[in-house]
């Protein structure tokens, strides 16, 4: 009898230390995470703010996250993204387009999410696009409704009186052409007269914008990098021509904007990071996962820029806070 306790005992135990050496095990898998940041601007930032304390929550110190910022190059992105894939991390977060683009170029087989993307399909070059890419790449998208962004510059500008929307983007982002021909179709619907007024780089940006102010008689800015890192710049051109701009992000809005129909990048980073956690810790495929996008949408303005301009805003737009 108790040679079989001791033998009951001894299995017990034997079971119990597995189990614990399991958990251990589980409990010190250290993940590796390199992010690829386009250009440093709120937006992005606030975007890989966002995704850095998801997996923080999530992981505690069980993920090392290395950020490296491209400062708006693409063969930046390049050099950091085969960097990354070199030291076979175990995913890549891509903030922004040119920033994913570099990590699909670089890899097929590590898993990549991307964030700050507006159409993953245009920035895919994918067509027959379903929600998902069929790759080892998924994602966040941060583009607000375009067809809502026109509906708000009709309100803030109508037709009869600024019948002249002149678009301003970089050309060297394909998502911010998309942007561009979409809403453009929903405000030639309403009336008003389209034209594009684009940059290649930011050494242009003035020059550009002065032409666009001349010639219309609103402006509207993408969810464009570039721009998003020169707004001082386009501010004292429009300003100077009393040339209000509608924004389709928040930060590109408090830096030279009136108004904006935006997203939270904290949040849309956030969930990328949740995301990334379900491809770590439970095998979630890229391939299989729908690319996701923000739940809401808020009405803001500058009230600063406002005040300059003489632009009264409705009750229900919220006052961007200022820096």
Not at 62 to 74: L, T
Not at 76 to 104: E, G
Not at 143 to 166: I, N, R, T
């Amino acid at each position: 009898m108790k040679k079989r306790l001791i033998a009951a005992l001894a299995a017990a135990t034997l079971v119990i230390t597995s189990f614990a050496a399991c958990g251990s095990s589980s409990d010190s898998t250290t993940y590796k995470v390199g992010v690829i940041q386009l250009v440093q601007h709120e937006a992005l930032d606030a975007a890989t703010e966002g995704f850095e304390d998801a997996l923080k929550d999530k992981l505690g110190k069980n993920v090392e996250i290395e950020v490296q910022n491209a400062a708006g190059d693409s063969a930046t992105c390049a050099t950091i993204a085969n960097t990354f894939a070199s030291q076979n991390v175990d995913l890549i977060m891509a903030n922004a387009t040119a920033s994913l683009q570099a990590a699909v170029a670089a890899t097929g087989t590590i898993p990549i999410l991307g964030t700050s993307v507006t159409d993953y399909a245009t920035a895919l070059e994918m067509t027959d696009w379903d929600g998902k890419t069929g790759i080892n790449v998924s994602g966040t998208s941060d583009l607000a409704p375009l067809d809502q962004q026109a509906d708000m510059l009709e309100e803030l500008f109508p037709a009869d009186s600024y019948g002249k929307v002149g678009i301003l983007y970089c050309t060297a982002e394909p998502n911010s052409k998309y942007q561009a021909d979409n809403i453009s179709k929903y405000l030639e619907e309403k009336g008003y007269t389209v034209s594009e007024y684009t940059f290649s780089d930011s050494n242009d940006i003035a020059s550009v914008t002065q032409t666009a102010c001349d010639g219309s008689d609103v402006l509207y800015i993408p969810t464009d990098n570039t721009a998003a890192s020169c707004t001082e710049t386009i501010r004292s051109v429009a300003l100077a021509a009393a040339k209000p701009i509608v924004c389709g992000e928040a930060g590109i809005c408090k830096g030279c904007g009136v108004a904006t129909l935006s997203i939270d990048y904290y949040q849309l980073g956030y969930k990328t990071g949740e995301m990334a956690y379900e491809v770590l810790v439970n095998g979630a495929d890229p391939a299989d996962m729908e690319v996701e996008t923000a739940e809401t949408v808020t009405k803001q303005y500058n009230k600063t820029i406002c005040e300059q301009l003489g632009i009264t805003i409705p009750a229900d737009y919220e006052a961007l806070e200022e820096e």
